[in-house]
């Protein structure tokens, strides 16, 4: 098993389940829905690193999951202030694009 994918599927796990967390305080509908949808974004990331785990390890890949292990601390504060909800979802939207760039670059191994 490649740990460094390893290590990304429980990160995108542990912030599905911080987004989860904050579905219980939210009571406007369309903040709902848009935690809802992150929390589907985070899930489809999960599986698609799953079916990668038995990629090969790589420096570079290790790099790049290193660097979204230090942007998760970016993403925890902003889920924490999900009612600054534009911000926060932007920070969100940013760190799945660099989630992205780990996934795409286990592909090609």
């Given at each position: ?40 974004e985070f899930n489809h990331r999960v599986t ?47 760190f799945l694009a660099l989630v992205d760039e ?8």
């Open positions: 098993m490649n740990q460094s994918l390893k290590d990304l599927q429980d990160i995108l796990f542990n912030r599905v389940r911080l987004l989860s967390k904050q579905l219980d305080d939210v009571t406007d509908p369309a903040q709902a829905q848009a935690i809802l949808d992150e929390m589907r698609m690193v799953g079916g990668l785990l038995f990629r090969e390890q790589s420096a570079e890949l290790e790099a790049k999951v290193e660097a979204v292990s230090k942007a998760k601390r970016r993403v925890d504060e902003a889920i924490k202030n999900i009612q600054e909800l534009n911000d926060s979802l932007q920070v969100i939207t940013d780990a996934i795409d670059l286990a592909k090609l191994l």
